[in-house]
């Protein structure tokens, strides 16, 4: 057998590259979700691609006491870290993790640093997949899945190579022998043990593919990973608060990254102008914007459905979803005329004053959520209402103004008489004299909006919206700054709006005669960054992945997953009844040909008998079929259509008795239900028992509305056990 030096050893230079690949493999996963900071970065690149030459480890060898000492003399620069450099556990410990790796690798290697190697770059990727919500991780871990197996049959095969060495000479081997034991084999046969590797290694990661993916469909998703994933600070929506200062929303339209998606039933587009609404702000003393003004809160806990107002019958309703990415922001984004939400979404507090909805915490995790808005005007304040006294006080709070600002919302609102002429006179004036622009700031001259109305007469959204509220209030007129985003670019691939950063917005609202108008002194502004088409496609297909990866990976909740279910159910059901009606049509043709043919002689007769015996098996065949799906459907929990209450009835039960109301078995559903104290337990108790009866007994299948309400009442007693007991 033909023996070959260290450096042509096929198997080996491809296991040290698979080990490599790894190491690799993990950093970049953890740059991806941007826990780690470009100094780490660039020493860590450094000493990983110095590594990757054999001569360089072979003259620069580190032994294992020097390695030991260095490893030892890391943890008091550790405890620093944490303390003081990155200020958190996660980061400090990412860096330790880097370190070793690198330590390891300049180190002469036994199997079990090869080992020990495999485990930290598993471990870089465990706390990249609970710090990270990018699709792009997707594909590197499917990248990570195919080495890290390759790398774990290499390094099986050199320790079955190693142990085969050592029981046929009896000698074990030296840590750093020249010639290791794959060298006794030829280049050929290693090139085979390659390519073996190469092909179970794709074979694990196609099993693993379908085995994950069922398991995936199977388990809804929960929670924000084994960590929060950290806000950084180039996602912070730093204009989105109860107080910010003049100049945030500029330096947010800077910021091309995604804020959220908007997508509406097939067909339907946005009219153009419309702006998703965020909070409004009614105090401004000059170089901040804060809110002060309040209604009576609403607290909405933790639910699967909210219902905002009430709608008449006749109210024309959009219905629309929202995929919001993890900000620093406290508010949730919507459309004018909110009157429902759908989704699991955390604890939030509604201001009936200005339609703003707030999170009781931040939104450190990506929300999906379903609304309804009115369509249209909606209905508008009569002349004869008026705000409450210390709401118009707060709308016309003004702060120390220089005197041409007033006299020149004078001037323009001289010939106008009625309050909406006044303010769209003041709305056209803006639009007309001055200039848009994201270059110019005023923020660090002593009055701002002196500066721009008089000096610069340039400037973003928020001098033109703050200019125009302060004119607007010098006149009498009760205005307030909103602050939320226009509708963003259209994606034709994954019919959704993208709203981005630059797509932020702040605009008017005044209330005149007929109540709460919207107004945008801001002039129209040209999109500058106008892609070619074909990058403009290639944008819309990533756009559209990312928001499937949003919506059906990170927002794959029990909801979504019982609803996919259902479908894949009833579609299944479909097609078997199509094929038993198929199948009771041959057999009924068979049998008309055998009378037919049954008058012929012994051959054909023998023919006839033995399709018509096929045919009989094909039929018991596909009943039975159908009828062990059905029971296995059941087993798993996702019943047919006729028992969805059934099943919902079960998991009420095991709802109430871990809520601690276990249901006697000597009291039916109905005295049950009746028996419950709690008023709000026992009216979703009793709506849920009514299904259940009205199917199981009545045998009338559930509606689509109805599936959606009975659902709901589980969800609402869910959310009512975790407040307390359930009696």
């Keep these: 057998m033909n023996q070959v030096p260290v450096t042509h050893s096929t198997f080996l230079r491809f296991f040290e590259a698979l080990i490599s690949g790894l190491m690799g493999a993990g950093f970049l996963m953890l740059v991806l979700a941007g826990q780690i900071s470009n100094p780490i970065r660039l020493l860590f690149v ?39 450099l990155s200020r958190s556990f996660v980061p400090a410990t990412l860096h330790l993790i880097l370190f070793v790796q690198i330590i390891k690798t300049y180190q002469p290697r036994k199997n079990r640093d090869y080992f020990y190697l495999i485990i930290l770059a598993f471990l870089e990727v465990l706390a990249a997949s609970s710090l990270t919500v990018s699709p792009i991780f997707l594909f590197c871990f499917v990248l990570f899945i195919f080495i890290g197996v390759a790398a774990l049959v290499g390094f099986e095969v050199k320790r079955g190579l ?19 034991a794959v060298s006794r084999f030829s280049l050929r046969q290693q090139r085979q043990v390659v390519q073996a590797t190469l092909l179970f290694s794709l074979g694990a990661l196609l099993l693993i593919s379908l085995l994950g993916s069922a398991l995936f469909f199977a388990i809804p998703r929960f929670g924000a990973g084994y960590w929060h994933r950290r806000v950084n600070a180039t996602s912070r929506l730093s204009g989105f608060s109860d107080r910010i200062r003049l100049g945030a929303i500029g330096r947010l339209q800077l910021d091309n990254s995604v804020v959220m998606r908007l997508r509406l039933p097939e067909g339907l587009r946005l009219p153009p102008g419309t702006r998703v609404r965020g909070v409004a702000l009614d105090e401004f003393d000059g170089r901040n914007w804060s809110k002060t003004v309040r209604g009576a809160a609403i607290s909405l806990r933790p639910s699967a459905s909210y219902e905002i107002r009430k709608l008449a019958p006749d109210e024309p309703v959009l219905r629309y979803e929202v995929l919001l990415e993890p900000r620093s922001s406290v508010y949730l984004f919507s459309l ?75 001037s323009i609102a001289a010939n106008p008489v009625l309050p909406e002429e006044q303010a769209k006179a003041i709305e056209s004036f803006l639009r007309r004299s001055f200039s848009y622009s994201l270059e110019a700031s005023q923020t660090e001259v002593s009055d701002p909006l002196s500066d721009f109305l008089f000096n610069t007469k340039t400037g973003h959204c928020e001098y033109f919206a703050s200019a125009m509220v302060v004119m607007l209030r010098s ?20 019919e959704d709006y993208v709203i981005r950063g630059r797509d932020a917005h702040s605009w008017v609202e005044a209330y005149v005669s007929r109540g709460w108008r919207s107004f945008d002194p801001t002039p129209p502004v040209g999109n500058e960054g106008d892609r070619g088409p074909w990058l403009k496609a290639l944008y819309n297909y990533v756009d559209a992945f990312e928001l499937f990866w949003g919506e059906w990976v990170l927002g794959f909740d029990d909801l979504t997953q019982w609803s996919l279910f259902q479908d894949l159910q009833s579609k299944s059901s479909r097609l078997t009844d199509s094929i038993t009606v198929s199948i009771y049509g041959a057999a009924v043709f068979a049998i008309e040909q055998a009378k037919v043919l049954f008058r012929v002689g012994g051959a054909e007769r023998l023919a006839v008998g033995v399709a018509f015996a096929a045919a009989f098996a094909a039929l018991l065949v596909g009943v039975l079929c159908r009828h062990l799906g059905r029971r296995k ?27 601690g ?30 299904i259940y009866h009205r199917t199981r007994y009545g045998q009338q299948p559930l509606g689509p509305t109805e599936k959606e309400e009975v659902t709901r009442s589980l969800s609402s007693l869910k959310a009512l056990r975790k407040r307390g007991p359930l009696h």
């Design 661 to 690: 109301k276990p249901k006697p078995d000597w009291l039916t559903a109905t005295e049950f239900a009746a028996s419950i104290a709690n008023p709000q337990v026992r009216r979703e108790v009793v709506h849920i028992t009514e």
């Design 633 to 659: 459907g059941e087993a798993a929990g996702f019943p047919g259509t006729t028992q969805v209450a059934a099943q919902i009835y079960r998991e009420m039960l095991q709802v109430l008795k871990t809520g």
């Design 475 to 494: 006149i009498g007129i009760p205005a307030r700054i909103v602050n939320g985003f226009q509708q963003g670019e259209f994606n034709e691939v994954g």
């Design 46 to 84: 450094f000493f990983f691609l110095v590594s990757l030459n054999p001569r360089w480890l072979q003259r620069f060898p580190l032994n294992r006491r020097l390695a030991n000492v260095l490893t030892w003399a890391y943890l008091p620069f550790f405890a620093l870290d944490m303390l003081y």
């Design 336 to 410: 004018a005329g909110l009157a429902r939400l759908r989704g699991n979404l955390p604890h939030l507090i509604y201001d009936p004053s200005d339609s703003s909805i707030r999170l009781v915490s931040q939104n450190l995790r990506r929300l999906a959520y379903e609304a309804e808005s009115v369509v249209g005007p909606g209905p508008e304040s009569s002349s004869n209402e008026r705000l409450p006294p210390g709401a118009r006080a707060g709308y016309l709070q003004l702060p120390p103004l220089d005197n041409r600002i007033i006299r020149l919302a004078q």
């Design 162 to 180: 190693d142990a085969w060495a050592v029981a046929e000479s009896g000698v074990p081997l030296e840590e750093g022998a020249a010639v290791p």
